[in-house]
């Protein structure tokens, strides 16, 4: 147990260190979502009118925030590709230790790297016109963390068996995007085609965007309860999932 969490904690801070070495990256980590926060919210805000009043930017925060959980789960899923092709999964595979503390060491990198940015867009929320007090924001990180770990499973259970970024990048597109799209980071679920509300629906995000709203004061609507746990089995089905993917397809198999 103590070699296993050893190799856990090894594999984690060998994550965030290679993020902090790039300053490129960790610039566009930080600027992106702002952006995306501050163009967005000030074009779509004469568009929205949310139920009960309310300001579009302070309802969009919470689901940029959720972005960045997603960006960052995906980006730092993708060294697992190239982990591969170095070698350096391999290695470690082959290594006596439990295959479950290479995946959660690998998890946990980049669950610690989303929930740093997490909480720089959250400590800006006055700006937005939410004022949440220190026990609210010290609740939302913890809750960025939580649903972190799961974003991050099911990048990493996705990008396990990929051959190659782009084929990663694909499936990004199409599938873990889409996640986002749905959650009610943008719109309210009030109001759709019931299609689209039925999808919505079914989105786990849209219950994380919804707890984290409800954290923070921001604009929200459904049960808090209800909204903590479907996200908790979201993350528990996605850790075990990326444990699955990972026990049945070997890394050196999937290179």
Known sequence: ???????????????????????????????QPLLFWAFF?????????????????????PGITILVLLFTAI??????????????????????????????????GGTVLATAQAA??????????????????????AFCFVLGFGLTSLSLAIAWP????????????????????????FFPADGVPPWLGFLMRLDPLTYGV???????????????ASALAITLLFVAASFAFAIAV???RDGAHAG
Do not use: C, N
């Not at 790039?22 to 566009?28: A, F, H, Y």
């Open 162 to 185: 990929m051959r190659s970024t782009q084929g990663f990048h694909a499936i990004m597109t199409v599938f873990l995007m889409p996640l986002w799209l749905l959650s009610g980071a």
């Open 1 to 31: 147990m103590t070699a296993a969490a050893g190799a856990t904690l090894a594999l984690a801070r060998r994550e965030t260190r290679r993020f902090f070495r790039e300053r490129t990256r960790v610039l566009g980590a930080l600027l």
């Open 120 to 141: 720089f867009i959250l400590v800006l929320a006055p700006i937005a016109g939410v004022r949440p007090g220190p026990l609210a924001i010290a609740a939302a990180i």
């Open 75 to 108: 980006f730092s899923t993708i060294s697992v590709i190239e982990d591969r092709r170095e070698g350096f999964l391999q290695g470690v595979l082959v290594a006596p230790l439990p295959r479950s503390a290479v995946v959660a060491g690998k998890i946990l």
């Open 41 to 61: 919210a000030a074009g779509l805000q004469p568009s929205f009118r949310l139920a009960g009043g309310g300001d579009y930017g302070a309802y969009l925060l």
């Open 246 to 248: 990972t026990h049945r």
């Open 210 to 224: 919804t707890a984290l709203r409800r954290l923070i004061g921001a604009p929200a609507t459904g049960s808090m």
